[in-house]
Structures are given as structure tokens and as C-alpha cells.
């Protein structure tokens, strides 16, 4: 394909995959985050639509010429964005619901922070935790994954042909319920060792009770939490590498639910 012969159905085509590229990247958990500025998101999408259009089963004849069929075209690769990016975040969402159920244990629910991606306010663990996560996450190329499940959307799923069913509900429930088990399993070695911590403290109280239980129990639980805190960057790892190396396999089934 040669961009610059002018022909309008090439033209077309490159329209057709800068228009899928540019909505689901900006929807992306890190490609479209806040953090990053506007023009160098808009700079990566033509930089990555300038390298896959040539290779992409696309056809410029597809695209509508009515204003409001082209409208729901866009529409439609809108909600393709929205849900590949929110399956991306289920499990980053998973690592953050532990987070904050680490900072609550170890006393810091009230030690919050802003998330540059979501905006939103959440404990300074589940923020450490979402961060160790994301570092996980791109070292074992999981961005890469997500180019190779964009570039293959474009076969599997026309521009435009995007159906809402049944099964595509029922796929991403099943994956939203998954969000507190793994909460639990994340957190379940700090939760179960400052449970311990809180039983002795406990014990002591009873067996002195001159002594203050509180002021020596703050900072027992915060050095416990942080140690086994250790145990849970392993426990982050081999989930992350779990769900990277399914994301084929997930990402041809979300989009064959939505054909």
C-alpha cells in the first residue's frame, strides 16, 4: 500500500485502522493513562497505524458514506475498546482490592494517594502494589501482547461488526468475579500474619495489662505487613505471568463473543 498515491480507498483503509488504534490504546490501562500527555499518545498512534496499516485485512470500500452509519461505526469500536481495556484492568484491579485490604490491616487506610491513571483516591499500598504490577507487567512483555491482541482483532473482528451476546456478558462477569478471589489470595500472607500479630498483642494485653497494646502495636503490624509483603511481590509475579501468557487465548474468545 502506498499512502501518499492519494487513492481514496487506501486512504480509506488507513482511516479504518487509525480509527480502531487510536480508541482502544487511549483506553489501554498504561498506553491511555493520564499520565501520559495527549500528543505523545496521538504521536504513538500514528506511529503504530503507520506500521500495521500495511499489514491489516482492510478494505476502504467498507466505510460508510452516511454521517450516522459512520457514527455508529465509531460507536461500535468505542465499546471494542471498552471492553478489551476492561479485561486488561480486571486484573490490575484484583492487585489494588489487595492492596487496600494491606493498607486497612497495617493501619494505613487513612494514608491515601491520587492514581495518576484512574484519578481516583486509594491506600498508599494498593498504589505501591499497582505500581509493582505494571513494572511485572511490561517486563515480561505484556504490552506486547496487547499490540499482537489489537493487530489480530482486525482479523477476527471487522470494523463495524462488533454484537453484544450472552456469552460475551457471561465471559466478562465470570472475569469480574475473579476480582476478589485474587484480592484474597494476594493478601491473604499479610492479612493472616497481622492477624497473628493482633491474636499476641491480645495475649499480651491480658497477661500485662499495663502495658499500652496500642502505641507498641502500630508499628509491630507495619514492619510484619512490610515483611511479608516480600512474599506477595512472588505471589504478583507468577499471577501477572499467568494472565500474560493467556491473554491469546482471552482476548480470541472476548472477541469471538462479541462477532
Same mark, same amino acid.
Given at each position: 500500500?502506498?499512502?501518499?498515491? &492519494?487513492?481514496?480507498?487506501?486512504?480509506?483503509? $488507513?482511516?479504518?485502522?487509525?480509527?480502531?488504534?487510536?480508541?482502544?490504546?487511549?483506553?489501554?490501562? #498504561? $498506553?491511555?493513562?493520564?499520565?501520559?500527555?495527549?500528543?505523545?499518545? /496521538?504521536?504513538?498512534? @500514528?506511529?503504530?497505524?503507520?506500521?500495521?496499516?500495511?499489514? @491489516?485485512?482492510?478494505?476502504?470500500?467498507?466505510?460508510?458514506?452516511?454521517?450516522?452509519?459512520?457514527?455508529?461505526?465509531?460507536?461500535?469500536?468505542?465499546?471494542?475498546?471498552?471492553?478489551?481495556?476492561?479485561?486488561?484492568?480486571?486484573? $490490575?484491579?484484583?492487585?489494588?482490592?489487595?492492596?487496600?485490604?494491606?493498607?486497612?490491616?497495617? *493501619?494505613? /487506610?487513612?494514608?491515601?494517594?491520587?492514581?495518576?491513571?484512574? =484519578?481516583?483516591?486509594?491506600?498508599?499500598?494498593?498504589?505501591?502494589?499497582?505500581?509493582?504490577?505494571?513494572?511485572? #507487567?511490561?517486563?515480561?512483555?505484556?504490552?506486547?501482547?496487547? &499490540?499482537?491482541?489489537?493487530?489480530?482483532?482486525?482479523? &477476527?473482528?471487522?470494523? =463495524?461488526?462488533?454484537?453484544?451476546?450472552?456469552? &460475551?456478558?457471561?465471559?466478562?462477569?465470570?472475569?469480574?468475579?475473579?476480582?476478589?478471589?485474587?484480592?484474597?489470595?494476594? *493478601?491473604?500472607?499479610?492479612?493472616?500474619?497481622?492477624?497473628?500479630?493482633?491474636?499476641?498483642?491480645? @495475649?499480651?494485653?491480658?497477661?500485662?495489662?499495663?502495658?499500652?497494646?496500642?502505641?507498641?502495636?502500630?508499628?509491630?503490624?507495619? /514492619?510484619?505487613?512490610?515483611?511479608?509483603? =516480600?512474599?506477595?511481590?512472588?505471589?504478583?509475579?507468577?499471577?501477572?505471568? =499467568? $494472565?500474560?501468557?493467556?491473554?491469546?487465548?482471552?482476548?480470541?474468545?472476548?472477541?469471538?463473543?462479541?462477532?
Amino acid at each position: 500500500m502506498d499512502l501518499f498515491s &492519494l487513492d481514496p480507498i487506501v486512504i480509506l483503509t $488507513f482511516i479504518f485502522a487509525l480509527m480502531r488504534i487510536s480508541l482502544i490504546l487511549f483506553l489501554m490501562p #498504561f $498506553f491511555g493513562g493520564a499520565v501520559l500527555p495527549a500528543t505523545a499518545k /496521538a504521536a504513538l498512534c @500514528l506511529t503504530l497505524t503507520l506500521a500495521l496499516w500495511p499489514r @491489516l485485512p482492510l478494505a476502504g470500500v467498507q466505510m460508510p458514506s452516511h454521517p450516522f452509519a459512520l457514527a455508529v461505526m465509531l460507536g461500535a469500536e468505542l465499546l471494542l475498546g471498552l471492553i478489551l481495556g476492561m479485561v486488561i484492568r480486571f486484573i $490490575f484491579a484484583a492487585i489494588q482490592t489487595g492492596g487496600q485490604l494491606i493498607g486497612f490491616q497495617m *493501619g494505613f /487506610a487513612m494514608v491515601n494517594v491520587v492514581d495518576p491513571d484512574s =484519578g481516583a483516591s486509594e491506600a498508599v499500598t494498593a498504589h505501591f502494589m499497582y505500581m509493582v504490577s505494571l513494572l511485572t #507487567f511490561l517486563s515480561i512483555n505484556g504490552h506486547l501482547y496487547l &499490540l499482537n491482541g489489537l493487530m489480530k482483532s482486525f482479523d &477476527l473482528l471487522p470494523p =463495524g461488526s462488533i454484537l453484544i451476546s450472552a456469552r &460475551l456478558t457471561d465471559q466478562i462477569f465470570a472475569l469480574s468475579g475473579q476480582i476478589f478471589v485474587l484480592a484474597i489470595q494476594i *493478601g491473604a500472607p499479610v492479612i493472616a500474619a497481622i492477624l497473628l500479630v493482633d491474636l499476641a498483642l491480645a @495475649l499480651i494485653s491480658r497477661a500485662s495489662p499495663q502495658m499500652n497494646v496500642l502505641i507498641i502495636g502500630f508499628p509491630i503490624k507495619i /514492619a510484619v505487613g512490610f515483611l511479608f509483603m =516480600g512474599i506477595i511481590f512472588e505471589i504478583i509475579s507468577l499471577h501477572m505471568e =499467568g $494472565f500474560v501468557s493467556r491473554m491469546p487465548l482471552l482476548f480470541s474468545q472476548i472477541i469471538g463473543a462479541m462477532r
